[in-house]
């Protein structure tokens, strides 16, 4: 366990309306990640953080935003729901530059 | 980037059986982890084995480097084992995990 939660773990949201999933870590690590996982395509990079207020883009960051404004929460905001956004969504945390742990995941649907 | 092949796709046990999971890289390996996630969706870290050979229970697992491939060993398979088994390595330009596609793995009572 690396001290990771997500919250919420399952939201449903109308399509076009925002939405932003919370990770929270407890162990103080630099670098943060966002993938979504879908059937067929595994897991995909959407945004990654490497410290407090430096972020970039992944593999399918379009229609997402992140923000970090403190070392221990990584913010993830769908600006305007689509159904293709229907996910699951993991955060995960880069332990000293070598093992990945991740976050219980959260289930999102858009409808 | 790297490429990383998972085999087989799927695989059925009878409870008690032993199986062998492959992952092969299309590049050098660096940090690989196995990974299961089992059917709640949570991701479980199994195994973090850039090289050699770890041991953890009823589950092995073994790294070549130099041949770019993992092997996840289950023996004795049990019901709850059934899920799927991921390995990755870090080979993204953003310093993130490639996943392989998984291999669904079903024990039956």
């Known amino acids: 366990d690396a001290g990771i939660t997500q919250s919420p773990r399952h939201k449903v949201t109308e399509t076009g309306t925002p939405v932003t999933l919370r990770c929270h870590q407890t162990e103080n690590h630099r670098y943060m990640y966002w993938y979504r996982q879908d059937p067929g395509h595994g897991l995909r990079l959407i945004h990654y953080?490497?410290?407090?207020?430096?972020?970039d883009k992944g593999e399918v960051s379009d229609g997402y935003s992140v923000s970090r404004s403190k070392t221990e929460d990584f913010l993830l905001t769908l600006e305007s729901a689509t159904s293709s956004q229907t996910s699951v969504y993991f955060c995960?945390?880069?332990?000293?530059?070598?093992?990945?742990?991740f976050g219980q995941g959260t289930r999102l649907t858009v409808v | 980037g790297i490429q990383v092949e998972q085999s087989p796709p799927d695989l059925i046990l009878q409870e008690g059986a032993n199986s062998t999971l492959r992952c092969n890289f299309s590049?050098?390996?660096?940090?690989l982890q196995w990974f299961h996630q089992n059917p709640w969706g949570q991701l479980i870290n199994l195994f973090y084995?850039?090289?050699g050979t770890k041991q953890n229970g009823r589950l092995s697992a073994t790294t070549v480097a130099t041949e770019r491939y993992s092997l996840l060993y289950i023996s004795s398979s049990q019901t709850t084992d059934s899920g799927v088994y991921f390995c990755?390595?870090?080979?993204?330009?953003?310093?993130?995990?490639?996943f392989g596609k998984g291999t669904k793995l079903s024990v039956k009572p």
């Open positions: 953080s490497y410290g407090v207020k430096d972020t």
């Open positions: 995960a945390i880069n332990r000293d530059n070598t093992e990945a742990f």
């Open positions: 084995i850039p090289s």
């Open positions: 590049d050098s390996v660096n940090n």
């Open positions: 990755a390595d870090y080979g993204g330009s953003q310093g993130n995990l490639i």
